[in-house]
C-alpha cells in the first residue's frame, strides 16, 4: 500500500510543483482489474478503488494494518462511479448504480466486488478511516437522497451537493461523504472557500473530458497555490487547506471527511478577498 505523509502549513508554501503533486495528489489510484489502495498519515485515512473486470476482486488487508480484515478497525464508504457493479459483504449482494453508495460498518467483514457486464467495469472509489464502534452496513441509493442546490448561474457557481453518509442520514464513527454536481455552464466548486481544522478532506474529481483539467486551489487563504488535476484524481486537503476548484468544463467531485466532528455546516467560511 502507498502511504503518503502529509506536509505542514510552515513547510508547505516552499515546496515545488512537483512535491506539492507528490503529497497532495493521487494521479493514478484507478486501474481496470485491480484493487488500489493509499494510506494517508494524516486521520489515517486510507483511499482506494477497485475495478473489477471478468473476475471479482477481494479487498485485501494491507500488512500495514496489521489486522484480521480491513475493517477489523476501521469503516468504509464505497462510491460507484462506473457502470452497474456488485459488492458483496459477507455473502450479501448489494447492487450498485452510477453514484450509489455502500457504507460498510467496523468488523471482521468479508468484502468482494464485481461489475454487472465486464465489458463496462464498475468502478468503486474506497474512502476509509478508524472506527470506535460498529454501524451496520447500509445502502445508499442516490435518487433516494434530496439533493441540495447552492451557488448560481451568474458567479459560475450553481452546483448540487448530494450527501451520502452523514448525521441525519446513513451513520457512520467518523466519515462523512457525498458527492457535488455542477450544473451546465457552472465551473467553480467550493467558491467562496472554507477552511475547518476539525475534519481533513479528499477531493476525487470524475466526470471531466480527458482532455480538460481542474485548477483545484489550496492552501491557507494568505498563501494558495494550485494543483492542476485530471479526471479520477484525487486530492487531499489538510484542516488548514481550503479547498476549491475551477474546471475548464462541468465535472463531478465526491468529497469526504473525517475528522473531530461530522456536522457538515462547521465550516469556517472566507471571503474571496480574503484569498492571496
Ligand atoms: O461544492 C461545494 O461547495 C462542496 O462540495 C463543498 C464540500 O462538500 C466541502 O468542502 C464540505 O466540507
Ligand atoms: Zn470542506
Redesign the pocket.
Known sequence: MKILQMADRIRYPRMSTAELRETFLLSDLFAAGKVQLAYVDLDRTVIGSAVPLKDGLTLPCPDELRAHSFTERRELGILNIGAPGEVEVDGEKHTLGKLDALYVGRGDHSITFSSSDSSSPAEFYLLSYPAHAEYPTTLIQRGKEAPLT?GAQETANL?T?TKLIHLEGARSCQLVM?F?ELQSGSVW??MPP?T?MRRS?VYLYFDLPENQRVIHLMGPAEETRHLVVASRQVVISPGWSI?AGVGTSPYTFC?G?GGENQV?SD?DALGIPDLK
Open positions: 447552492i452546483r451537493i457525498g457535488t466548486n467550493t472554507h475547518h478532506e479547498h468529497w471527511m457538515y465550516m
